[in-house]
């Protein structure tokens, strides 16, 4: 399938800093890529070069062939910043109805847009008395316009409440089924694990990892966590059967397990059968894979480098 957004070897310098340093992704019709990466590891430089907001210094970039920020590339993309600002002394309704209008839509569309994020019971209420989440949620209206082909949101969750975000989510798996194409930059790393196809980690302006949750895992070789319960009365016979350097808390033991060693671990677990009342083992959550390959920066990207302009 032909990528839309197509990033090959990008570079973007701010004086004698490296912003970004052979930069290559794509993302294709019905993907969701999230982009992960510290404060000033490049996130935002790359989002706003996709936008045409800002140049680049080497490298080529194409929204389905496109140059960035062209008319065509314009026509197809959406952007929801972090902070999505309006102004105060306007309605719901009629922010989205002048946004309708510059995409060549009609206003009447508004209605529908407002309900599809939550904020049909406010739309006539003017946005400054909207709360924070209740003003990304028209960013995300506006945002809709036109079913654009490609999405890029930058933290488009801050300021939602935990129902909101999913209802978010959702959203943003229905244009991905529709076909769009979706990059985000997120710091809330256990909503990306489980709502996007693939991860893609900045360190320094370099990618430092990219695929899947799945490959990450793999690279990563991180250990599996186990926790074993004994049943009442049964701790010393679990203790004895466990390797000793197990971490035992609460009545519990706590043990980081190889990949390797799963299967022979539960074997030995089965075979105490009634002596054990629960046991959990659980894969490297993607907070620790995002910790393990941050730290694993290339050796020439090692020097200090100074957060990425605003």
Known sequence: MTPRLTLSQLT???????????????VAPGERVALLGHNGAGKSTLMKIVLGLIGF??????????????????????????????????TGRELVCQYLRLRGQPGAQAGALLDRVGLAHAADRR?????????????????LIGQPALMVLDEPTSGLDPVSRREFYALIDDLAHAGASVLLSSHALTEVEARTDRLVILSRGRIVAAGTLGDLRARAGLPLSATVTPAPGAIAAVRAALPPDADWRDGQARLALPV?????????????????????????????????FSHATPPDAAEPRQAEAA
């Open 260 to 292: 390797t060693t799963k299967m022979g671990f539960l074997s030995r677990v089965a075979a105490l059968g009634g002596q054990v009342a629960d046991v959990e083992i659980a894969p490297p959550s993607l907070e620790d894979i995002y910790t393990h």
């Open 12 to 26: 973007k310098r701010y004086g004698d800093v490296h912003a970004l340093t052979d930069v290559s992704l794509a």
């Open 57 to 90: 210094d080497g490298g080529t970039v194409s929204v389905e062939g496109a140059a960035p920020g062209s008319t065509a590339a314009r026509r197809m993309t959406a952007y929801l910043p972090e902070n999505a600002a309006f102004h105060p002394a306007l």
């Open 127 to 143: 946005i400054g008395t909207y709360s924070k989440g209740m003003r990304q949620r028209v960013g995300l209206a506006q945002a």
